[in-house]
């Protein structure tokens, strides 16, 4: 069996030899134009060329949970994909997004800039019970957030596609649900996929649909929120800040006004990276069943995009 790696951004050589001892009966090498044609591809980001050659995949896994950069190139039409199932990301997803929230019900921020000054002063804080927190997206990622925000003692409304019911959770479901959601949550925290459907989701007249003084998680991908108005939300104090790691550019350009905006707090899209020896097991666990003809979790559904 042939194995083509082809990742942009990444250490390739951690992934070659992982994915050797996973798979000792595989040939496993890193893609270049004019390889030899491989029976599974392990992808991040690659270019068009890499499927215009590549013509005999049996599947293809992405290393990563999103695949939206996957979907923006031209396809064969029945092209298996799986991308990640958690792999370790839901949990690091949880932390990231309780500590931005927990920064902002307990002013945390304020208290960096006050502490730079020596200065001694005391605010209320928000209460979790008085603080709905809507999540975005139920899946993989959001199912384990919108848990431990519960067990924080927060309210919380979750958005998505097909009703889902997970215990302490207010369900909201499809387009015609999501004025209620939003207007029922004051923290907003989005972990959609990029689809057609959730691309500009978030743009000024829904973000103003959330309670006074909310604010926003963005760890999806920077194209669910429009920038320019967040920002006017912002200026206009309806919103009282953000926590953002992912951007419509990536890296965020050095002159982005998000960079020196006051009430926002920018990461380089590290909410919850790819941990490559879990990613590589469940990778190499999924090529065996596939090989044995098994059904395999996380594959995408083309039509849907996610
Ligand atoms: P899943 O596919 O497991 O979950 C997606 C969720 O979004 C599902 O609940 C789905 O609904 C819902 N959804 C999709 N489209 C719509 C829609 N049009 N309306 C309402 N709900 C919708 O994805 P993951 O949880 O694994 O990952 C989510 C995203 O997080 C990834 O696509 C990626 O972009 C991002 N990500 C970011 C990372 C970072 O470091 N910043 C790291 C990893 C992922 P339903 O359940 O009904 O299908
Ligand atoms: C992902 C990401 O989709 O890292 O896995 O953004």
Redesign the pocket.
Known sequence: MRISFCCTDTSATEWLDGLRAALPQAEVSLWHSGAPLADYAVVWAPPQTFFDEQTQLKAVFNT???VDALLRLRLPPDLRIVR?DDAG?AQQMAEYVCHALLRYTRGFARYAQQAAHAQWKQHDALTAAHCPVGILGLGVLGEQVARAVAALGFPVNGWSRSPKHLPGVQRFCGAQELPAFLAASRVLVCLLPLTPDTRDLLNGARLALLQPGGYLINVARGAHVVDEDLLALLESGHLAGATLD?FRTEPLPSAHPFWTHPHITVTP?IS???LVAESIAQIAGKIIAVEQGQPVRGEVDLRRGY
């Open positions: 990563g949970a999103g990640l990301m992912v899209h919850a990276r790819t």
